[in-house]
Structures are given as structure tokens and as C-alpha cells.
């Protein structure tokens, strides 16, 4: 799945769709789930997130629904958690190419700013396993 801030470095000729994909599989593969930041962020326990667990045992159930339907968050958090777990893992991208040797940290740094400026992130178009609707806890 490529990741928003892969694809703005590719447009920007910074790095090659090969990078671009390696980078952003090894990044999916990272993602924290909402339901983490959520913890440590104080807005769920683990007890909610045991809870939320039992309930979400059904294939056609989702972690963002689920969550707003049982009370505990709103979408409008529901929306902010994604939009965190879209710029940690947009931060995660930055920081493996600079330990990658493919962009100077300065330089990695510098993209994600210029991304940040050009694509909010609460404005990202979401795949459908970032939906408000995501499975992963």
C-alpha cells in the first residue's frame, strides 16, 4: 500500500518508485494501530481495548465503528487517531530513508515539511484499512 508521503517524494522526483514501495511496505508493516496511540494517549484503557476486542471478533465489524458505536470515542477522535497514524508513519518513511542513505535526514526532514504544507493530514484521501473503520487495534 503506498503511503501518501511516498507517493508526494516520488512526484518530487526525490526517490525512485522502487524506494517507494520498499519503503513504504517495510512502513505498513510498522503502522501502530489507533487503538495504541489511543492508550497512549489516554483516551482508551486496556480494559476498553479488551472489551472492544470481544466485540470485534465478526468479519464485517470494525475497530473505528465499533469504538464510536460502544461510546468510548467519537469519530471526530477516531478521525484525529488516524490522522496521527498517518504522520508517524509519514515521520517512519522520513527516518528510514535518512538511515536507509537515500535522503540526508536534513532533507528528509525538510520533505515531510513541504508534504505537511502541501497534504494535511486530516485531508489525506484514507485507503480502506485507514478508514474510521479499521480492524487493527
Do not use: N, Y
Request: charged letters at 25%.
Amino acid at each position: 500500500m503506498p503511503i501518501a508521503f511516498a507517493e508526494f517524494l516520488l512526484q518530487q522526483q526525490r526517490i525512485s518508485s522502487e524506494t517507494a514501495q520498499d519503503v513504504s511496505d517495510w512502513v505498513s508493516e510498522a503502522r501502530l494501530p489507533i487503538g495504541m496511540i489511543a492508550i497512549a494517549h489516554g483516551l482508551l484503557s486496556h480494559e476498553q481495548i479488551d472489551e472492544l476486542l470481544k466485540r470485534e471478533r465478526c468479519p464485517d465489524t470494525r475497530f473505528g465503528d465499533v469504538v464510536v458505536e460502544m461510546g468510548f470515542l467519537t469519530r471526530d477522535q477516531v478521525e484525529t487517531l488516524l490522522a496521527i497514524q498517518r504522520f508517524r508513519q509519514s515521520m517512519a518513511l522520513a527516518e528510514r530513508l535518512a538511515v536507509a542513505g537515500v535522503l540526508p535526514l536534513r532533507q528528509a526532514a525538510s520533505a515531510l515539511g513541504e508534504f505537511l504544507q502541501t497534504k494535511p493530514l486530516d485531508a489525506a484521501p484514507r485507503h480502506p484499512e485507514q478508514s474510521t473503520s479499521d480492524r487493527s487495534v
